[in-house]
């Protein structure tokens, strides 16, 4: 019913404990679940989510309403360990403007933007991911783990964007044992699919599209319709290094990753049809990360430091190709011209955190202190004409929350408080397009905006007799203050069961 | 021990995490303009050059010494279009425009030859163009409310009797079949103003209005309470005798010489395939037939719909209208006539126009810009406001 070195009944922090006392799962190595020595641990919870506030990216909505369904758990049977989940999200986001994709901030700047604004975005999405991991001998464990993301997003106003989004990741690994040390090796493959169907539904109707291209280049059309496909490979690995006494649990590992992302228009120009396909651009990018968690177990404490060190860097090319007649029967395609490296980019984000957990009767938790500062840094450049924006922030947060028992019943309270503040960042732009002035000028301002953000959390446990170990509720609420007088409140409720 | 090799190998993927710095080209464009007899060092100092990348439809814009040569340096590769404006005074009261324009696939830096040509303006222009309709509270299209606007620019009477509007074959989505004629547009549609050269007078710095439908679109309740515009005093009026299909309102009636595609009632091309221009063929009611019959084309033997071929002399004015930058490509009205082109960015049914632009104002006479080219004489995205002159 529960972890076997941490509780008798799960509950809610539980799964803390089991992050910290696990620092394997910071990988993304499946062969660390029989690492982890557990037996059946699992959470059930139904959660409502909100967000108001104008302190917020320019592709933001102003409104985001969540209710999402969750379920996940660990458990063992014999000498396997397995994970597994499942994850269902309807989300409205209200008040959008300038973006028709599913995801506006996933570091590629080929997005297809229209100038109607106030959309809501309608998203509802299903993922399931697993993973189970076994030993063979002393030495050697093996693993593989899996998941996948499939769902629909559409809008509400002319012009209106249906995206289909698929994603996926498999992941092998392995584990090899060299007594106190252990070494860890994981491959990573994932894929991305995003289909954007956009139409008008007034009769006689067109709309102005943009196909941006960065730092507020782009492409301009006039077109009844608008259709995008995106596909992108990835591919890596992931290495750990791990050590483990009785008192400490180390692991340290990096992970790279090469990204390979198409984008492709159905544009309707002249007399062609949908199946002429315009190939549009493609962004190549690798993605690196160093990450370490540190763990000193006590018996009444237990105290875990780290880090993690992200960078993506990106290189964007843009395809450059002219609708032809390409023989005598007067049938048209698309012909290449060109392909220039125009965009690059570069983003680095930087943590370091330390905390302090606190246990009562060495297996509850008392309270917990976390301490953590995050540096981001996000350059980017166009090249012909130049366009460049960068910007360096640092951000420091500080979060306690204590846990009071009566009857076996559990209170947790906790505040929390995180600044941020710009360190420097200009926009150093040769041409003010369109593009540039509606999205990327008050955008920079938000991203190097000084905020702080207090917050608040609350959870109620409650212990069941059968089936489940507890019923309970937790709710956060985080706001935003943004020096520029904007703000932003995030609002969650959630209740489950754990088991 | 293990440490120093996972942190080596750390390094080492830090180090091949690096991407390379982007690989891009710039060019080097580089215009010249033929000098002549005609066209002097005088003639090109301080021409206007603006190059316009067609597919991501910015403006680079440049001054042109005497030397008629000019040069764009750091461009991207891609297509573009640069056209020439000028404008110079001729004598006390005439005005010469020199205008021209080119067309480039630039992938390597390139030396091009910017052909112009000299003309002069008239004293009717085409002041508002308005094609692109009005969406009902139904959301239902509405382009019924289609006028051109002719406004008389010069500072004496000037009468419209004769006066013929045409709109150019060609929609401007494909090449131009007829460029084998330079000398000539060729109309699919042709409207003439009735008279007999006395009866239709036009004041200085006054316009009349040639309707689609004359009527008071915006609150009649056969129009459209969202349309921009009441035409319920339009001075001509495009009437169709089909049928009884298209209503005869009370303004004065054009003559319909030429209409290849013979339906209920006229219609521009809401997204801007129409191409228009007013031309002085003939007064006279049979010379003016005469002409046209004799000067009818087709594309092949075999085709049964004749156009009718317009001698570039005897257009006063011309808008080369296009559907965006892309189909520039498209041109059809010849350097002489129009060096540039021009559309309504908000698209059909956007309830805008294309209005020219103020030159200046004389003892209360609005001077409208008549450059001969479009893309630089026209606002786009204009409010429709006929008869009036702001």
Redesign the interface.
């Known amino acids: 019913m529960a972890s076997s070195d941490t509780l008798q009944r799960t509950s809610l922090h539980s799964f803390e404990l089991i992050s910290l006392q696990n620092p394997w799962l910071i990988s993304s190595n499946p062969a660390a679940l029989s690492q982890m020595n557990l037996s059946l641990v699992g959470i059930m919870n139904a959660r409502y989510g909100n967000e108001d506030g104008s302190f917020k990216r320019v592709q933001q909505g102003d409104k985001l309403n969540t209710y999402q369904f969750t379920t996940f758990s660990y458990s063992q049977i014999k000498d396997i360990s397995l994970y597994g989940g499942f994850n269902y999200e309807k989300s409205f986001e209200k008040g959008l403007d300038y973006s028709n994709v599913n995801d506006p901030f996933r570091l590629t700047p080929y997005q297809v933007i229209d100038t109607i604004g106030n959309d809501t975005y309608d998203r509802e999405f299903f993922s399931a991911g697993g993973g189970l991991s076994k030993p063979f001998g002393d030495r050697l464990t093996l693993g593989l783990s899996g998941d996948f993301k499939v769902g629909l997003a559409s809008q509400n106003k002319d012009p209106r964007p249906r995206n289909k989004v698929f994603y996926m990741t498999l992941s092998p690994g392995m584990i090899y044992n060299?007594g106190k040390?252990k070494?860890g090796l994981n491959f990573l493959y994932k894929y991305y699919n995003e289909e954007i169907e956009i139409s008008i539904v007034?009769?006689?109707?067109?709309?102005?599209f943009f196909t941006a291209?960065g730092l507020g280049?782009?492409?301009?059309?006039?077109a009844g319709s608008f259709n995008r496909l995106y596909k992108r490979n990835s591919k890596g690995f992931d290495?750990?290094?791990a050590?483990e006494n009785s008192k400490i649990r180390s692991v340290?590992g990096?992970r790279?990753l090469y990204h390979e992302e198409t984008a492709g228009d159905g544009r309707k120009?002249?007399?062609a049809s949908w199946a002429y396909l315009k190939k549009d651009s493609r962004l190549?990018?690798?993605?690196?990360d160093?990450y370490n968690q540190t763990s000193f177990l006590h018996t009444d404490n237990i105290q875990s430091f780290g880090y993690s060190l992200n960078?993506n860097?990106?290189?964007?090319t843009e395809i450059?190709q002219?609708l032809e007649q390409v023989n005598d029967l007067e049938l048209d395609d698309w012909i290449t011209?060109?392909e220039?490296?125009?965009?690059?980019a570069?983003d680095v984000k930087l943590n370091v955190y330390y905390q302090f957990y606190k246990l009562k009767n060495n297996k509850q938790k008392n309270f917990n202190l976390n301490l953590h500062a995050d540096y981001h840094s996000f350059i980017e450049?166009y090249?012909?004409?130049n366009q460049e924006e960068y910007y360096k922030n640092l951000a420091f947060g500080v979060s306690f929350d204590k846990n009071f028992y009566h009857h076996k019943k559990s209170l947790s309270l906790g505040l929390k408080l995180k600044y941020k503040m710009n360190l420097e960042g200009a926009q150093n732009f040769s041409?003010f397009?369109y593009i540039a002035e509606r999205i990327f000028v008050p955008d920079f301002e938000f991203l190097s905006c000084n905020y702080i953000a207090p917050g608040l959390n609350v959870a109620y446990e409650i212990p069941l007799r059968k089936i489940f170990d507890q019923l309970f509720i937790n709710s956060t609420v985080d706001l935003y203050f943004g020096n520029n007088g904007q703000s932003r409140t995030i609002f969650n409720i959630s209740t489950g069961v754990t088991f | 021990m293990?440490?120093k090799?996972?942190?080596l190998?750390?390094i080492v993927?830090?180090v091949?995490?690096?991407?390379?710095?982007?690989?891009?080209?710039?060019y080097i464009i580089e215009l010249t303009v033929p000098l002549s007899e005609e066209i002097t060092p005088e003639t090109v100092n301080n021409a206007k050059v603006t190059l316009i990348n067609l597919?991501?439809?910015?403006t680079i814009e440049a001054l042109m010494d005497s030397t008629g040569v000019i040069l764009f340096t750091?461009?991207?590769?891609?297509?573009y279009s640069a056209t020439l404006s000028h404008s110079f005074p001729t004598g006390a009261f005439t005005t010469s425009n020199l205008n021209g324009m080119v067309q480039m696939?630039v992938?390597s830096s390139i030396s091009e030859t910017l052909p112009v040509v000299l003309s002069t303006s008239n004293a009717l222009v085409i002041k508002e163009y308005y094609y692109s309709g009005s969406?009902t509270p139904a959301?239902?299209?509405y382009y019924s409310d289609q006028y051109v606007e002719i406004y008389n620019n010069s500072d004496m009477v000037v009468f419209a009797d004769g006066v013929s509007i045409i709109e150019h074959e060609s929609y401007g989505?494909?090449t131009n079949y007829w460029t084998f004629m330079p000398d000539s547009i060729v109309a699919r549609m042709i409207w003439t103003i009735p008279g007999s050269g006395n009866d239709y007078p036009i004041n200085p710095g006054h316009s009349i209005v040639l309707a689609k439908d004359a009527f008071d679109h915006k609150d009649d309740p056969n129009g459209n309470p969202d349309c921009p515009v009441n035409l319920g005093n339009a001075d001509f009026e495009f009437w169709v005798d089909y049928k009884g299909y298209d209503i005869d309102f009370n303004s004065t009636n054009m003559i319909e010489d030429l209409f290849t595609f013979r339906g209920s009632d006229i219609a521009f091309h809401?997204?801007g395939g129409s191409a228009i221009a007013l031309v002085n063929i003939a007064i006279d009611p049979v010379e003016r037939r005469n002409y046209i019959d004799n000067n009818l084309v087709r594309k092949s033997s075999y085709s049964t719909r004749w156009y009718g071929r317009i001698a570039n002399t005897m257009v006063i004015d011309a808008v080369e209208v296009v559907?965006?930058?892309?189909?520039a490509e498209y041109k059809r009205m010849p350097l002489v006539l129009d060096a540039g082109y021009t559309y309504v960015?908000?698209?059909?049914?956007s309830g805008k126009c294309l209005r020219r632009k103020i030159e200046t104002i004389i003892n209360g006479r609005t001077v409208y810009q008549d450059t001969n080219n479009s893309t630089e004489d026209f606002l786009k995205d204009s409010d429709p406001k006929p008869w009036i002159y702001e």
């Open positions: 060299l040390f070494l007034r009769s006689n109707t067109t709309a102005a291209h280049m782009a492409t301009y059309h006039e290495i750990q290094l050590y340290n990096s790279l120009a002249s007399n190549n990018a690798i993605q690196f160093l960078i860097t990106v290189l964007g450059i002219r011209y060109d220039e490296e125009k965009y690059g570069e450049n090249f012909v004409p041409d397009t | 293990m440490k090799i996972i942190y190998i750390s993927l830090l091949s995490s690096c991407m390379k710095k982007p690989d891009y080209n710039s597919q991501k439809g910015y750091s461009i991207e590769p891609g297509f696939e992938f969406l959301s239902k299209s989505i494909g809401v997204r559907f965006d930058e892309a189909h960015p908000a698209g059909s049914k």
